[in-house]
């Protein structure tokens, strides 16, 4: 195949040729980046479009407004109210006596009335401890919102790193695919001609029906991985940008496992939440103890009312204002028996927030101690492809010799493709373990992860563009693109 240089050289030399590609490639390098997303962007995409978050944020919300509605019981309630009726009398009754001479009356008539009456809560208990306990249910929803946030932060970002784990990893696969490819080739036209057995070209043909059945495993998970990416934010892409080769693998900062526990104590959202249920579950005993206590309020009532019958004028009104008390002194039991339940539950909100305050000490734990494996493990991947690079050259060598076999050859190249896949995986895992220290600590925000976006390069771009051929590993080289190298040292 000619090199891109030779390719435009020959086509040069066709008049006008040069005028009709230029707006071509200018039309590529302004769209090329455009097309390819980093994870700071599709993070905000997230942010704005996730589902979960989403529904969060309406829940956050309508605690707000629950905590208005418990302020109202608490401020002046003012009730109107109006009646117009017609009145009609039917009189069927009839008596053998002679009766005195009785006032006229309409048995017809009209009438009207209106009320009005206004009371203010001077002092209830109940209503009291209700806006007190909805003021903390608000600060637990948006602790709880806090969490979700930082958990789709998370779940972005290790979409994200598995799309890009799941190309190098097919990347690999494919260059295994077309290096033994060629091997079984090879073995084909010696067994040919007389210079090995036909068991080497079956040992061939079945590392090559391995190799091929690992491509398309890891063809599949790139396209999953995309899929789960869209599910995140509800956009589909095209193209990311890759990893940088030379990404900082270091240890965490603070460099012990107690500082980021201490800072977890302070910051992570779901044990501030948990914690705030206690409070929470504490209000609920106040408020079921206050059902024993008594309420007074102040009122003032208006009426006026008015009809039509002929013997009557005028109208009638009147007007009240006072204080009214409430004492309590026995429904059944039943407060009692509320402030006993309600007690039980704020001692199981409390062993709540001890299993949580454990589980997130241990999450901490757990990532610190797998970050920190991650760095030594990245190293010592990275020397295993070096090794074993070396080790399929040399059985190479011997197999030309005639010191080792074909199924030496074929399994120092497996091993070289699976060390090249497992150090691709070693430098993911310690971006996502990475990132889940510091959900786990409560300290994931944008600022971690515009950090972690910095490690991109726009020269890595990751297309979800696979050969439509699945049987042709040389397309799917053409597409993915090269195995991931790791530096040298």
């Known amino acids: 195949m000619p090199s891109r240089q030779a390719l435009f050289t020959r086509r040069s030399r066709v008049p006008g040729a040069r005028w009709r590609l230029l707006p071509l490639l200018v039309a590529a390098a302004l769209a090329s980046p455009a097309q390819a ?3 700071w962007s599709i993070a905000r995409d997230a942010l704005d479009n996730n589902a979960t978050l989403a529904s969060s944020r309406s829940t956050y919300q ?3 407004a629950s905590r208005d509605v418990q302020r109202g019981d608490l ?3 003012i009730d109107a109210q109006a009646r117009v009726a017609n009145n009609r009398t039917f009189d069927r009754q009839t008596s053998s006596q002679p009766q005195p001479t009785a006032t006229p009356s309409d048995d017809n008539y009209n009438s009207a009335s209106v009320s009005v009456q206004a009371t203010q809560a001077l002092f209830d208990a109940t209503n009291w401890y209700e806006l007190k306990r909805s003021e903390k249910q608000v600060d637990q929803q948006s602790l709880t919102l806090e969490q979700t ?12 790193f598995a799309i890009l784990q799941a190309r190098d990893i097919l990347a690999a696969r494919v260059a295994q695919e077309k290096a033994i490819r060629r091997q079984l080739e090879q073995a084909k036209e010696q067994f040919q001609v007389g210079l090995i057995a036909i068991t080497d070209v079956h040992e061939a043909q079945a590392s090559y029906d391995l190799a091929r059945a690992q491509r398309i495993a890891a063809a599949n998970d790139l396209q999953v991985s995309f899929e789960a ?13 890759g990893l940088a080769g030379d990404i900082p693998i270091e240890t965490p900062r603070p460099a012990t496992r107690d500082a980021w526990v201490s800072m977890a104590m302070e910051n992570n959202p779901t044990l501030l939440a948990t914690r705030k249920g206690i409070d929470i579950a504490r209000d609920n005993v106040d408020i079921a ?3 024993h206590l008594p309420t007074l309020d102040a009122y003032a009532d208006y009426n006026y009312s008015n009809n039509d019958i002929d013997y009557l004028s005028g109208h009638n009104s009147g007007a009240e ?12 039991g039943s407060t009692s028996a509320q402030v006993k339940s309600n007690t039980y539950k704020l001692e199981a909100s409390q062993y709540d927030f001890e299993a949580q305050r454990r589980q997130t000490t241990q999450q901490v734990r757990s990532f610190y101690t797998q970050v920190v494996n991650d760095v030594q493990t990245v190293e010592a991947r990275r020397q295993a492809v070096v090794s074993n690079r070396s080790a399929l050259e040399a059985t190479r060598s011997g197999y030309q010799v005639g010191t080792r076999n074909i199924v030496d050859v074929l399994q120092a190249e497996q091993n070289l493709y699976d060390a090249l896949a497992s150090y691709a995986q070693s430098r993911y895992a310690y971006v996502t373990d990475m990132l889940g220290l510091r959900r786990e600590s409560g300290t994931l925000d944008t600022e971690a992860l515009r950090t972690v976006n910095d490690w991109l390069s726009e020269t890595e771009n990751v297309r979800l563009d696979l050969p439509a051929d699945a049987n042709d590993g040389d397309a799917a080289v053409m597409d993915i693109g090269a195995p991931p190298t790791p530096p040298a040292e």
Do not use: N, W
């Open 37 to 39: 997303a980093d994870l």
């Open 62 to 64: 309508s605690t707000e």
């Open 75 to 77: 401020l002046p309630q």
């Open 149 to 160: 946030r930082q958990q789709v932060l998370f779940d972005v970002s290790d979409a994200y």
């Open 229 to 241: 990416l869209e599910r995140l934010t509800g956009k589909r892409y095209d193209s990311i940008e």
């Open 289 to 291: 103890r206050a059902g």
């Open 321 to 332: 204002i006072g204080l009214q008390a409430s004492v309590p002194i026995f429904h059944g």
